[in-house]
């Protein structure tokens, strides 16, 4: 979550958006942003060795329940928009803030408006 002005942030996806997301978080100049670091990156296969772009501290699954119950307050989803429409609804429910780079999803005006009200009725933002 945020400590002071601390950021966990929860990435989903480590292919080309995602690794560049993870190296800025993990860069030492915060290029993000000063105190951000990655709490838990989703992947869909798991990998032979540990990607070096997301340091070593933070959580590396394939599984959606680890990485919903680590440590982190923003998800940045770069998976695509299946992975949005499944599990952005839970994200924004937990109060979690959701950053989505597959903005073709809200091209579905329902579910752009539903995922406001989750992100309104959490505190969370979107």
């Given at each position: 979550r945020v400590e002071?002005?601390?950021?966990?942030?929860?990435?989903?996806?480590?292919?080309?958006?995602?690794?560049?997301?993870?190296?800025?978080?993990?860069?030492?100049?915060?290029?993000?942003?000063?105190?951000?670091a990655l709490g838990a990156v989703l992947v869909s296969r798991q990998r032979e060795a540990r990607p070096p772009e997301i340091g070593s501290e933070a959580l590396l699954t394939t599984d959606i329940e680890a990485f919903m119950s680590a440590d982190w307050s923003v998800c940045v989803e770069a998976a695509g928009q299946p992975w949005v429409k499944e599990h952005g609804r839970r994200v924004l429910s937990e109060g979690r803030s959701l950053l989505v780079t597959s903005v073709g999803v809200f091209t579905d005006d329902t579910l752009m408006e539903e995922f406001r009200d989750l992100a309104k009725g959490s505190g969370a933002q979107l």
């Open positions: 002071g002005d601390a950021m966990r942030v929860g990435l989903v996806g480590l292919g080309s958006v995602g690794s560049i997301v993870a190296e800025a978080l993990s860069s030492p100049s915060g290029l993000l942003r000063p105190g951000a």
